[in-house]
């Protein structure tokens, strides 16, 4: 652990290839949706818009949402 | 094979996102808490008829406090950090390698810099967290539409400047154009910051030191999960890209540096 935290790598530091776009654009696309859903129900859902009627969601991640700086209520 | 490391690097920050959400969510619980239980107790003494439309000890509690300000915080706060770890990895997929010469985990860590502000730090100083009892509640459509499009507006921006730079940097150098890439940044967000409407529901009466705490905390909490999703994020980044001369304890290599 210790000798991997200052690695003097002798010569020049190994420039990683770059992935191809090709390559990132469907995990992009599909895990990008699903983490800004995940993102709505943590920030936003039963707020301003609801998906489900209630305050279950909206109460349950209620201190998350002020202190994580969303607008609560 | 590369969308294998696609794969493996997504899933390894959407882990970092949450090892970084464990450490949040203590500087959440123990430094945050307070002021929201605070704010709380300030609420019912002042509005025992729940001025705001929402109901925290009066009327029927749908989630009791006790479980807000434990499950109901650490839901919260680990699912924002596995959401924008996995996003942060995907933008570090789209990163590496372009942004400059930079090893895997010199990229997490300059990714994750760039994050708190575009993310968190700018929306903030605009549109700032705030503790219940501030807020009034039929102007929640307009403070979340206003909050999300901040944000939006800097992470496309801080984008944006990024492609500026990069486009710049063969003519003025990389100094010169990382220099103009965030000069070019201020001089967006500015008018943003002077045209966007003003949100201020502070009570006349809260406390000033109260609500300035509680946003400090936000602020730390914020800076907290960044700074470790970019130190674990990098050391797993690192390991798994190019495992490099010093043989890493596990000795697994997936070689996508060709």
């Known amino acids: 652990m210790a000798q991997t935290v200052a690695q003097p790598t002798a010569a020049t ?3 990683p290839a770059t992935l191809p776009l090709g390559a990132i654009a469907p995990w992009a696309v599909f895990f990008g949706v699903l983490m800004l859903v995940l993102l709505y129900f943590v920030g936003a859902e039963q707020g301003a818009t609801s998906v489900f009627s209630g305050t279950g969601v909206h109460e349950w991640v209620h201190d998350a949402r002020h202190l994580l700086g969303f607008p609560c209520h | 094979m590369n969308s294998a490391t696609v794969r493996n690097l997504l899933v390894r920050g959407m882990l970092a996102g949450l090892a970084a959400g464990v450490l949040a969510l203590v ?3 123990f430094l945050g808490e307070p002021y929201v239980d605070k704010a709380i107790g300030l609420e019912e003494a002042h509005s025992p008829g729940s001025a705001h439309g929402h109901s925290h000890e009066h009327e029927v509690e749908v989630v009791s406090r006790s479980l807000q300000s434990t499950a109901g915080l650490a839901t919260g706060v680990l699912l924002h950090g596995v959401a924008f770890g996995g996003i942060a990895a995907l933008a570090f997929c789209f990163a590496l390698g372009r942004v400059g010469r930079f090893s895997p985990r010199a ?3 300059l990714l994750s810099g760039c994050a708190l502000p575009a993310v968190y730090v700018v929306p903030f100083l ?5 503790p219940p009892a501030v807020g009034e509640g039929d102007t929640i459509g307009r403070r979340t539409a206003l909050y999300f499009l901040m944000m939006l507006l800097s992470v496309l921006l801080a984008i944006a400047v990024t492609l500026l730079g990069k486009r710049l940097a063969p003519t003025l150098g990389t100094w010169y154009a990382t220099v103009v890439a965030v000069a070019a940044f201020a001089v967006v967000i500015g008018p943003a910051y002077a045209f966007l ?4 529901e502070v009570p006349k009466d809260f406390p000033a030191t109260l609500l300035w705490r509680f946003r400090l905390s936000a602020l730390a ?10 130190l674990f994020f990098g050391e797993l980044a690192q390991r798994l890209l190019s495992p490099g001369p010093a043989p890493s304890p596990s000795g697994r290599a997936v070689t996508a540096a060709r």
Not at chain 2, 197 to 200: A, G, K, R, S
């Open chain 1, 13 to 15: 530091p190994a420039v």
């Open chain 2, 27 to 29: 500087v959440a619980y």
């Open chain 2, 107 to 109: 990229t997490a860590l």
């Open chain 2, 126 to 130: 605009k549109y700032p967290a705030n």
């Open chain 2, 197 to 200: 409407p003003v949100v201020n």
């Open chain 2, 221 to 230: 909490i914020q800076v907290t999960q960044w700074a470790a999703f970019g």
